[in-house]
């Protein structure tokens, strides 16, 4: 099981929701399955959680459960796990789309001004290899 590690610069939406029946894996899972984030309220594993991230897409929304949830400073670092296939997909591919809003607004810190389009291929270039796969 892989998470990634979410900008915080781009803030997630998280909903606190009544308890979801998820399908249960018939092997463990491998590869990406979530994200991790700082979250201002702490969280208890299994909880169910609505996604959302507007600026990167208004429209997506997706359901997860809390795997762990640490105590960090003024917040909390939790990870999310997406049972859903299909919503899983989803996650991997706003959080590549996330990922690389994030480096181009580090690039702009850094004094270059990149679209979003230069940044895809900086960063794909850089760590596109690296990002874990989605194992179905």
Known sequence: MEFVAH???????????????????????????????????????GDCVRVALAEIDPNFCVTGRIVWCD?????????????????????RMIEQ????????????????????NEAAAEWIQKFAASFPAFMS
């Open 97 to 116: 789309l996330s990922q690389i809003e994030h480096y181009r607004r580090q690039a702009k810190h850094q004094g270059r001004r990149l679209n979003y």
């Open 71 to 91: 105590k960090e400073q003024e917040e909390y670092r939790i990870a999310i796990e997406f049972p859903i296939q299909d919503e899983c997909y989803c996650v």
């Open 7 to 45: 900008p915080k610069d781009l803030p997630l939406e998280l909903t606190l929701i009544e308890k979801q029946v998820f399908p249960t894996p018939q092997a463990p899972r491998e590869g990406f399955v979530g994200i991790t984030c700082l979250a201002a309220e702490a969280y208890l594993p």
